[in-house]
């Protein structure tokens, strides 16, 4: 790893790479994760699922299933009068179990909890159900067509979560959300240009594979509900279970163990309703884990298919960019119309473009749901952008990073008109990646380098709180809604506090993601949470600081002398009081603590939105077998412009792991339907990078204090995956000649291009013969 | 041992529940079972040591790799009828005393985990790796661990971590 | 999860044909159970009974027999084979694919028998052996019979043996002077997308027997008996042997393949055309060893 470092300094533990809090519970088998979670009294549940991709349930017949030996109840939407089914946080579309009709193959239809998960599945095999079969749509074509099946009928209504301030729009019956970017005037662009680059992409429908499947433990008790979930958003899920029970906030717990995993694809509410509902038949305590198998059937991610045309001038400026956009996301809302919306900010990349309109519709079809995946719409739609940039470098002659160079966003220049100017360097970044990727050696014979940027609207909302607890032995509890889901927040945040307080970290402890105890966090993703949790803990710190010195004041010098406030509490003549004293000098006693708040909103520092840019800049060095179509990353260079690399080694963790899972989707990640029905939906035909996959890294860390957050700190997890598809193209059409504009590059859409490339050399040859 | 007893040939006569003795992580585990419980549901629910994970439960990921005689299999589909009278290890047994061993102790060093769910397989997975080949070289390595899947790390620190482990052993 | 069955553990041939006949049509045999527990888990496949073979000591290990063929219990491992000297010394290309096989985990657990029984039509060793000209040996309650491994393999999921016959050994011819065998596959996924092995026998410089055999692409291993044809009078060179590959792999065409995540019918075709001049200049490497 290399760090360029020119931000201010910062003190200890900040910039440092201590070990992960989470270290030693994780290798010695300790780490307690929801599948782990047990309750006295547990019950376990399974699923019976919908076998067709569109029917009306005629009925419902569970009579044996529920005479079976251990089956403590069977549940369907029938038996749920009292449950408000239909949740969404974006749009309200989605019954926690199939009402009347199914509308994808995997669908749950019908619960099942029994003393033991064996019978519960034997019960599961005893219900019969009455499906009268529905035509549907497969794909976003079949489902723009005039005469499509519609989804939904009576659209779900808009609810306040879902990111962001417009009003949901629909253009067609089957479109969810429809999301437009537009500024400049278009017409002239496309007039006065030298070169229009015009082309179709797709981006499959990917699966996020967090090894631990989705898991819930509902238990109803002391007149509320208690559930314990691998989700990422507690309070998300608090609220949508609110809603779902009619209960007050206050009445709900969402309590997040570790999580296996999430990378978006654990945001918002899973299967939490549906266990509360089955525990509340059960009255009993009930686990769901659920298997890969049902969690690919739970979320995935959006589908694109992108129209797109670029104009630029001779010079390789760009004029205009429009693009039109379906996404596909399956069944229900769930969160695509955000990614929607975020697909047509993303779009235009971290370019001056004078002017742009981008259309996204999100697209019901009869799959399962997709939702959020890290990335956001940015990897889908940087394929397109990017590779239209290296196609009109190849036809202007320019050197495609020169290219790149003379239209990225200076510092501080405004993407469009109201955003936040782009808090980053990127030309210098773009140098940094040439210098690693070795840019000025020509790649060997059947190689191919090229450099993706892109730049992503980040942070999503800034509704954040912290408080900070000083102890009366002057150690200090954080308490924060942020979920330690394996990106190292339970130790970057503890990182800020330590440093915030002035304490040693091993006398920091974090409690985090339970909503009876700690206080509200939006969510844990969109890159946020080191940013907009790590500012709500500094003001919590300095507001208990604050209290303190008010403190040491009236109870250890109220007649002076004067209090000086120092790093780890104050100095009271020539006498250094630590924070503890403090307290206990306060309190009169040996005990009391002292408490500090942090809010975060849009206002001040945090009003402009996005909160932060993350900023995606990638290399790759390539090979492709000719013979096979094979593509092999040969050299992965990651730049992760950052502003502040609170832990270097989880800030570089991050852009290894994100571009490693950019590479998977890029080269074979693809879920496959055929019919309404998915063909690859298990680990077998599912293919994820393994060991054998890994590149040569190289990766930079730059730290140049320009983010909004502590210590100029801006959000990372995301962005090093955004561009890798793109440049993996991009490599592959100048090791060999081939231009993909469809993810994933299999080995056989490799080789297709090759043969083609073949014949159409063949041709010419011919040609060139025959004049 | 579970067939103590039984007349000849009595082995022929199937049973629903067997009684086994199983060693796990040096302690010697009387139970009586049914046949289908796989290992990594015994050793999970019945002996409260959750350390290994079902995942893909399809042989696929490795993330409920345990040790049985010192062989790699998966706990997912591992019948734990068929570790009777075996040595099962699991990653709860690898630090000794409250030592964890170098290979623990290489990965906390590499942060050769995030979300930390693949971790206990892919510590069991290098742990026959490295009985098996004392010294590997970084193919090796890649070799040994290719069947266990990790969806955060990217698995370079993973790799690395094991070569250091590889390099501290006594 | 695996749903409930009752296990029987014999020590005998004898004891295993009679706790299969004890379960009435609804029992199954298991060695490894790789294959096996997991049709059942995923609820294509339930026996009230399985009888488990792993204890019956006829059919583990690996020994040269009298007329020179290797024998492999068929309940050894895939491990055990991978790390077997003997298998090494007789026939080295079975101890390359075994490498490669699944996993390590799988490769602990799953035998060879286990696996050949199985017959998914992704088998590395089908391929492998059905080129090689091995043959397995069949125990039933009324006798034994042992079935080449094209007889034994008669489609997707499904083999000659009757329900209650035992697999009980894997047999392999041994490797005649100037002969070479060798294996190759190309996988995309979990399973191998194309795989095709080669048997050739060189005398004078010149290849005078070959036989090829594609799997993964077809409902079962298949010899192909044009593409062994067209490789027969080729110079015995790696370098040389290319042009009558690619002849050979013209006898692909021909080939009913099938169409699946792994690639469409040409795609493969092709594959199993880079394949074939692969392991055509493999086996002619091992052919070499005699000089």
Same mark, same amino acid.
């Given at each position: ?48 699922r919908?076998?067709?991709p ?50 994808f193959a995997g669908e ?29 749509v497969r794909s976003t074509e079949?489902a ?55 082309g179709e992409y797709r981006y499959p429908m990917c699966y996020a594979y967090a090894m631990e499947p989705y898991t ?14 691998s989700g990422q ?26 999580v296996g995993g999430g990378y978006g694809s654990k945001s918002y509410?899973k299967i ?18 659920l298997s890969v198998e049902e969690a690919i059937l739970t979320t995935r991610g959006d589908a694109a298919r992108i129209r797109l ?16 956009i379906h996404l596909d996301t399956g069944a229900y809302?769930e969160n695509s119309?955000l990614v929607g919306?975020k697909a047509?900010?993303r779009l235009?990349g ?10 996204c519709?999100v697209v019901y079809t009869n799959t399962a749901p997709a939702s959020s995946f890290r990335g956001f719409g940015a990897p889908q739609v940087t394929l397109a952008g990017e590779s239209q940039?290296d ?57 191919g380098k090229a450099i993706a940027l892109s730049?992503s609207?980040a ?26 889901i394996g990106q ?37 993703g969109a890159s ?86 993350e900023?995606g800049c990638v290399g790759v060095e390539v090979s492709v077998d000719e013979a096979t179509g094979e593509i092999t990353v040969e050299t992965l260079v990651t730049?992760g ?11 570089e963790a991050q852009d290894v792991g994100a571009a490693m899972m950019g590479l998977g989707m890029a080269t074979r990640e693809e879920l496959v339907y055929q019919d309404g029905n998915l063909m690859n939906g298990n680990l077998f035909d599912y293919r994820v990078p393994r060991t054998t996959n890994l590149p040569e890294l190289?990766t ?16 990372g997890g995301e962005g090093a995956l955004n561009p890798v598809a793109a440049a993996i193209a991009n490599a592959v059409e100048?090791a060999a000649?081939i231009r993909l504009r469809e993810a994933p590059f299999t080995p056989e859409r490799v080789w297709r291009a090759l ?17 | ?52 994970k079902i995942s893909c439960d399809a042989q696929v990921c490795g993330a409920c790799t ?8 998966s706990?997912c ?35 050769a985990f995030q979300c930390g769910f693949c971790t206990?397989g892919m510590?069991?997975a ?16 890649i070799h040994?661990l290719e069947g266990n899947l990790c969806r955060c790390t990217g698995y370079e620190p993973i790799i ?11 | ?9 014999? $020590? ?5 044909? *009679?706790? @299969?006949?004890?379960?009435? +049509?609804?029992?199954?045999?298991? =060695? &490894?159970? %790789?294959?096996?527990?997991q049709?059942?888990?995923m ?57 490669g096989?699944a996993n390590?985990r799988v ?11 199985? $017959?998914?039509?992704h088998?590395?060793? *089908?391929? @492998?052996?059905?080129?090689? +000209?091995?043959?397995?040996?069949? =125990? &039933?309650? %009324? ?42 596959k190309v996988a995309f996924f979990e399973r191998p997308a194309a795989s ?20 993964s692409m ?8 044009? $593409? ?5 009078? *080729? ?11 690619? =002849? ?10 099938i169409e699946d995540l792994n690639g469409s019918?040409?795609y493969k075709?092709h594959l ?20």
């Amino acid at each position: 790893m290399k760090r360029v470092v020119t931000r201010a300094e910062v003190p200890s533990p900040i910039g440092e790479a201590v070990p992960r809090r989470d270290g030693l519970a994780k290798v010695t088998g300790a780490a307690t994760y929801a599948v782990d979670v047990t309750v006295p009294g547990m019950a376990h549940a399974r699923i019976l699922r919908s076998p067709y991709p569109h029917a009306r349930i005629r009925s419902i017949d569970a009579t044996a299933a529920r005479a079976h030996p251990g089956v403590l109840a069977v549940v369907s939407a029938e038996d749920l009068g009292d449950v408000h089914l239909v949740y969404g946080h974006a749009v309200a579309d989605h019954p926690l179990i199939a009402v009347d009709v199914v509308r994808f193959a995997g669908e749950p239809v019908v619960g099942v909890v029994a003393e033991d998960s064996v019978s519960a599945e034997e019960a599961l095999r005893l219900v019969s159900v009455d499906y009268e079969p529905l035509p549907f749509v497969r794909s976003t074509e079949e489902a723009l067509a005039d005469d499509a099946p519609i989804l939904h009928p009576k659209p779900g209504e808009q609810r306040a979560h879902r990111g962001f301030d417009e009003d949901i729009v629909r253009t067609h019956p089957n479109v969810c959300s429809s999301s437009r970017q537009a500024w400049g005037d278009l017409e002239p662009a496309f007039a006065d240009a030298h070169l229009v680059v015009e082309g179709e992409y797709r981006y499959p429908m990917c699966y996020a594979y967090a090894m631990e499947p989705y898991t819930a433990v509902a238990s109803w008790a002391d007149g509320g509900l208690t559930v314990w979930t691998s989700g990422q958003h507690p309070y998300m899920v608090r609220d949508d279970l609110a809603h779902c029970f009619d209960l007050p906030l206050a009445k709900v717990r969402v309590i997040v163990p570790y999580v296996g995993g999430g990378y978006g694809s654990k945001s918002y509410t899973k299967i939490e309703p549906l266990t509360a509902a089955l525990a509340l038949r059960a009255g009993r305590p009930v686990k769901l884990a659920l298997s890969v198998e049902e969690a690919i059937l739970t979320t995935r991610g959006d589908a694109a298919r992108i129209r797109l045309r670029t104009a630029l001038d001779r010079d390789g400026r760009i004029l205009g960019r429009q693009a039109t956009i379906h996404l596909d996301t399956g069944a229900y809302a769930e969160n695509s119309p955000l990614v929607g919306r975020k697909a047509a900010n993303r779009l235009g990349g971290p370019y001056r473009i004078p002017a742009l309109e981008v259309t996204c519709d999100v697209v019901y079809t009869n799959t399962a749901p997709a939702s959020s995946f890290r990335g956001f719409g940015a990897p889908q739609v940087t394929l397109a952008g990017e590779s239209q940039l290296d196609e009109a470098a190849a036809r202007l002659g320019l050197d495609p990073v020169e290219l790149r160079r003379r239209n990225v966003l200076d510092p501080g220049e405004r993407p469009w008109p109201k955003a936040r100017g782009i808090d980053a360097n990127l030309a210098a970044d773009l140098e940094l990646a040439k210098e690693e990727l070795r840019w000025s050696e020509p790649a060997g014979p059947g190689h191919g380098k090229a450099i993706a940027l892109s730049a992503s609207d980040a942070g999503s909302e800034p509704i954040t709180t912290a408080i900070l607890r000083v102890l009366s032995d002057g150690s200090v509890v954080v308490m924060c809604g942020s979920t330690e889901i394996g990106q190292g927040s339970s130790t970057v945040l503890a990182q800020i506090a330590a440093a915030e307080m002035g304490v040693e970290l091993e006398r920091v402890h974090l409690v985090q993601s339970d909503t009876a105890v700690v206080s509200y966090d939006r969510s844990t993703g969109a890159s946020r949470t080191t940013t907009l949790m790590g500012l709500a803990i500094q003001a919590a710190a300095r507001e208990v600081r604050a209290q303190l010195v008010h403190w040491a004041t009236s109870s250890l010098a109220p007649d002076g002398p004067a209090v000086v406030e120092g790093r780890n509490g104050v100095r009271i003549g020539e006498t250094d009081h630590d924070w503890g004293a403090i307290v206990r000098a306060w309190f009169g006693g040996a005990a009391g603590e002292a408490v500090g708040r942090g809010y975060l909103r849009r206002a001040g520092a945090t009003e402009e939105m996005p909160p932060f840019w993350e900023i995606g800049c990638v290399g790759v060095e390539v090979s492709v077998d000719e013979a096979t179509g094979e593509i092999t990353v040969e050299t992965l260079v990651t730049v992760g412009d950052i502003g502040c690399a609170i832990n270097p080694q989880t800030a570089e963790a991050q852009d290894v792991g994100a571009a490693m899972m950019g590479l998977g989707m890029a080269t074979r990640e693809e879920l496959v339907y055929q019919d309404g029905n998915l063909m690859n939906g298990n680990l077998f035909d599912y293919r994820v990078p393994r060991t054998t996959n890994l590149p040569e890294l190289r990766t930079v860390l730059v730290e140049r204090g320009d983010g909004v957050g502590v210590y100029g700190a801006k959000g990372g997890g995301e962005g090093a995956l955004n561009p890798v598809a793109a440049a993996i193209a991009n490599a592959v059409e100048r090791a060999a000649g081939i231009r993909l504009r469809e993810a994933p590059f299999t080995p056989e859409r490799v080789w297709r291009a090759l043969q083609e490339r073949d014949a159409a050399a063949a041709a010419e040859a011919g040609l060139d013969r025959d004049t | 041992m579970a067939d103590a007893g039984n007349a000849p040939g009595a082995a022929a006569v199937a049973q629903a529940r067997l009684e086994v003795v199983l060693t796990v992580n040096g302690t010697t585990r009387p139970l009586t079972i049914e046949p289908r419980e796989t290992l990594a549901e015994v050793l999970r629910e019945r002996l409260g040591l959750t350390g290994a994970k079902i995942s893909c439960d399809a042989q696929v990921c490795g993330a409920c790799t345990v040790l049985v005689d010192g062989m790699p299999v998966s706990g997912c589909t591992f019948l734990a009828v068929d570790a009777d009278g075996r040595r099962v290890r699991t990653v709860e047994g690898l630090a000794v005393d409250g030592q964890l061993s170098p290979l623990q102790a290489a990965f906390i060093d590499q942060a050769a985990f995030q979300c930390g769910f693949c971790t206990p397989g892919m510590l069991m997975a290098a742990t026959a790796l490295l009985e098996e080949t004392p010294s590997p070289s970084r193919a090796d390595v890649i070799h040994g661990l290719e069947g266990n899947l990790c969806r955060c790390t990217g698995y370079e620190p993973i790799i690395t971590a094991v070569l250091q482990a590889a390099e501290a052993q006594p | 999860m695996i749903p409930r069955f009752a296990l029987a553990r014999p $020590a005998s041939l004898a004891d295993a044909f *009679a706790a @299969f006949a004890a379960t009435g +049509g609804d029992g199954a045999y298991i =060695a &490894g159970g %790789t294959e096996l527990l997991q049709v059942m888990k995923m609820g294509f496949a339930q026996f009230g009974t399985l009888v488990d073979l792993k204890r019956i000591d006829e059919l583990r290990g690996v020994a040269v027999e009298a007329d020179g063929r290797l024998r492999i219990g068929a309940a050894t491992t895939h491990r055990e084979i991978e790390r077997s000297p003997i298998v090494a010394a007789e026939i080295p290309g079975l101890v390359a694919l075994e490498r490669g096989v699944a996993n390590g985990r799988v490769r602990s657990t799953g035998t060879l028998g286990g696996n050949l029984a199985f $017959a998914e039509p992704h088998s590395d060793p *089908a391929t @492998f052996l059905l080129a090689c +000209g091995g043959t397995v040996e069949l =125990a &039933g309650p %009324t006798g034994r019979r042992e079935v080449s491994i094209g007889d034994f393999v008669v489609g997707p999921l499904a083999t000659s043996r009757e329900a209650d016959e035992i697999l009980t050994a894997i047999r392999i011819p041994p490797r005649a002077a100037g002969e070479g065998r060798a294996y190759e596959k190309v996988a995309f996924f979990e399973r191998p997308a194309a795989s095709v092995a080669v048997r050739v026998r060189v005398a004078d410089g010149a290849i005078a027997e070959a036989t090829v055999a594609v799997g993964s692409m077809t409902e079962a291993p298949e010899i192909v008996a044009g $593409a062994g044809a067209a490789l027969v009078g *080729a110079a015995a060179d790696g370098d040389a042997v290319e042009p009558a590959a690619a =002849a050979a792999a013209g006898a692909f065409d021909a080939l009913d393949l099938i169409e699946d995540l792994n690639g469409s019918a040409d795609y493969k075709r092709h594959l199993a055309g880079v394949l074939l001049a692969k392991a055509a200049r493999a086996a002619l490497a091992e052919a070499r060893i005699d000089g």
